[in-house]
């Protein structure tokens, strides 16, 4: 096993940030830990990166305790915060140097392991770390993050801010570097980059909700659930919240997910009710769950 | 060692790419040692002078005469009645009003003595204070020339008794105020700047957030501090430099003892500041924090450092609280050292106090630093 948390709670004065955590990544996983903003997610990085002391239960990273042998852990480590945090006013390459000099290597002695990420970035290595766009900031904080040739890589929501293009990039990046052994650790808020992972814990307000494959989670669905659509998106919501075979509803992109609470149910009623209520171009169609439904349905 | 090392390139990498901050840095302060040099003076000169003259008589008008001749008064007005001087003194025309009185000269020879009364506008203490020496002088001045014609006029045989003193400055013969301001705010000057700048520099890699990619990363607690700090302890030495040559150029203030001594010591007094700076930081998760509260000390410790009012004439407890400031040492042991040429056993208390400090406020600091919450 590569993390263990047992039982790891922490609160801010009243506010319990994490209750109760357990959880298991065995070595080369890419574990995700899925949930929505407030959820806990930076703070459980926090304590597993030792930036933070639990108050309760215990963890440890590649066998290391996170509290007693945290200078073990920050050897092993590599952690790139959700918010961008590098020297701005540095270039490129100082950024790299500097990360590799207090990790006391050198660029060129782990330069295999970034190399396929740092290549893109190298035709700017001259240009200060400010002024890169957005993606190309995200691959320098990840080659930071990996200089020190880490067994296990934290990544706070790494794609938070990122275009659709670069955040594909970044996790055939995350990948590849799977390859290479390295377990990673990474949180986010978009549930089509959860699919991605190996294994995903689902967390929310400081619990963990499900920890299971991204189809083991599609699977555990209870209900069967339907795409709904009209024209008047707005007022299918409303109609959907009043109708009597409704378990929930809610918007999904250009659709209304739509889950009825009688196994009984049959789709000609629901498009019957529609236009009763004087809905148009009604379509309604039988889908396979994601994992945003199991999110909505255990966090309900 | 090549941690710290490529730590302080990284620093100065950043001083100097930092386009505002290096003209914050050399040029801020040394506009400051050229203004404040020439403008901070305890001399009060074109002192507004009013008189009301009840007598009329050629003593009376011989003593306005003595104010009239003096470079630091400026003789205005000629007011009829005291009622007129005060509505004067009340609209700001007019600092200090003499009033003779009537029978002046008349009381002068034949009772030998009589009265005159000054008033003065107190509105700045410090400069009533000063204006009321010069009056003095004046008057007395006044008094032993008419004793002495009194005494050639009447009885013969008898000599006039009157002491005089002959005041000797030493270390500033010609009481100039510079030469004992300038060693004094250049003090001020390499303070704020060391204070400020340490202060902010650690919380300012809180509020972009490298300090918490540093914090997990292995590198000491040690390391980190030195490698941050010492860039500012050079930029510091830098700034005295010219500083000194500045006052030496410039001011002309004679710099009679040891260079060598002067930086030894202010090497020690800048890890005092150092400290306290590095110790803020800790404490505060914003540089606008910071710089309050450096600001906070830095005015404590300027107004009661001896530099602008002397510490001797501070209530007791505020001397007691003195000794823990340490602008207070450095502006003793810059101006004797400067100006007296005092030695390292003249200055070692100051010495012994000021290390002190320094091995206090780095271990302080260091122990509040934590690498994790």
């Known amino acids: 096993m590569s993390i263990i948390v047992k039982n790891i709670s922490k609160s801010y004065k009243q506010v319990k940030a994490l209750d109760n955590i357990s959880l298991e990544v065995p070595s080369g996983e890419l574990f995700g830990l899925i949930g929505p903003d407030g959820a806990g997610k930076t703070t459980l990085f926090r304590i597993l990166t030792t930036l933070l002391l639990p108050n309760e239960g215990t963890a440890s990273v590649t066998g290391y305790d996170i509290v007693k042998d945290y200078k073990s852990i920050r050897n092993t480590v590599g952690y790139m915060p959700g918010r961008f945090s590098l020297y701005q006013d540095l270039t490129v390459e100082e950024n790299l140097r500097f990360f590799a000099t207090i990790f006391g290597t050198t660029i060129e002695e782990n330069y295999d392991l970034i190399r396929d990420i740092y290549v893109q970035i190298e035709p700017f290595k001259n240009r200060r770390a400010g002024r890169l766009s957005g993606g190309m900031k995200q691959k320098l904080a990840l080659s930071c993050a990996l200089i020190h040739k880490p067994k296990v890589l934290f990544l706070d929501e790494p794609t938070t801010g990122v275009d659709p293009v670069s955040r594909k990039e970044f996790w055939e990046m995350l990948k590849r570097l799977q390859e290479q052994q390295i377990t990673i650790f990474v949180s986010t808020p978009y549930m089509d980059e959860a699919a991605l992972c190996d294994n995903i814990a689902l967390i929310t307000n400081g619990k963990i909700l499900r920890i299971d494959t991204p189809e083991g989670i599609k699977a555990s669905f209870p209900h069967k659930i339907y795409k709904v659509k009209s024209t008047k998106t707005f007022k299918l919501i409303q109609d959907l919240g009043a109708y009597e075979q409704t378990h929930s509803a809610y918007p999904f992109g250009e659709y209304i997910h739509f889950t009825p609470n009688t196994t009984a149910f049959r789709t000609q009623d629901l498009t019957h009710f529609l236009k009763e209520n004087h809905h148009t171009n009604i379509e309604v169609f039988e889908t396979g769950p994601t994992i945003e439904d199991t999110f909505m349905e255990l966090s309900d | ?373």
């Open chain 2, 1 to 373: 060692m090549n941690i710290i090392r490529y730590i302080i390139q990284k620093e100065f990498r950043q001083i100097f790419r930092n386009k505002a901050m290096l003209p914050i840095i050399f040029i801020m302060p040394l506009i400051q040692l050229i203004i404040l040099s020439n403008a901070a003076s305890f001399e009060v000169k074109n002192i507004k002078f009013g008189y009301i003259d009840n007598d009329r008589t050629s003593s009376s008008r011989e003593l306005i005469e003595n104010f009239n001749a003096s470079t630091y008064f400026n003789v205005l007005t000629d007011f009829s009645s005291s009622k007129q001087a005060k509505s004067a003194m009340l609209n700001g025309d007019v600092d200090v009003v003499l009033e003779i009185p009537r029978h002046f000269n008349r009381n002068l020879i034949k009772e030998k003595k009589t009265d005159l009364s000054v008033t003065i506008n107190a509105i700045d203490g410090a400069a009533a204070g000063v204006e009321n020496v010069y009056v003095n002088q004046i008057v007395e001045r006044f008094n032993a020339n008419t004793k002495v014609q009194l005494i050639q006029l009447g009885t013969a045989g008898v000599q006039p008794q009157i002491i005089d003193t002959i005041p000797l400055f030493w270390y500033n013969e010609t009481l100039n105020y510079k030469t004992f301001m300038v060693p004094g705010i250049l003090v001020l000057l390499v303070t704020m700047i060391t204070l400020f700048l340490s202060g902010m520099n650690v919380v300012r890699e809180k509020e972009i957030g490298t300090l918490e990619q540093i914090n997990v990363t292995p590198i000491k607690k040690h390391q980190f501090i030195i490698g941050k700090l010492f860039p500012f302890l050079i930029l510091g030495l830098l700034l005295l430099t010219v500083g000194l040559i500045i006052a030496k150029i410039l001011f002309h203030i004679p710099i009679v003892g040891s260079i060598f001594l002067m930086y030894g010591y202010t090497v020690i007094y800048i890890l005092v500041i150092l400290g306290i700076g590095l110790f803020i930081s800790n404490f505060t998760d914003t540089q606008q924090q910071a710089m309050f509260i450096a600001w906070f000390f830095m005015v404590i410790f300027i107004l009661m450092s001896g530099l602008f009012t002397p510490v001797e004439s501070m209530p007791q407890w505020a001397q007691i609280l003195t000794e823990a400031n340490p602008i207070k040492y450095f502006v003793q042991v810059m101006r004797m050292v400067m100006l007296k040429g005092a030695g390292f056993s003249d200055i070692l208390p100051q010495f012994a106090k000021t290390l002190l400090y320094a091995f206090a406020m780095n271990g302080l600091a260091v122990m509040s630093y934590k690498k994790f919450t």
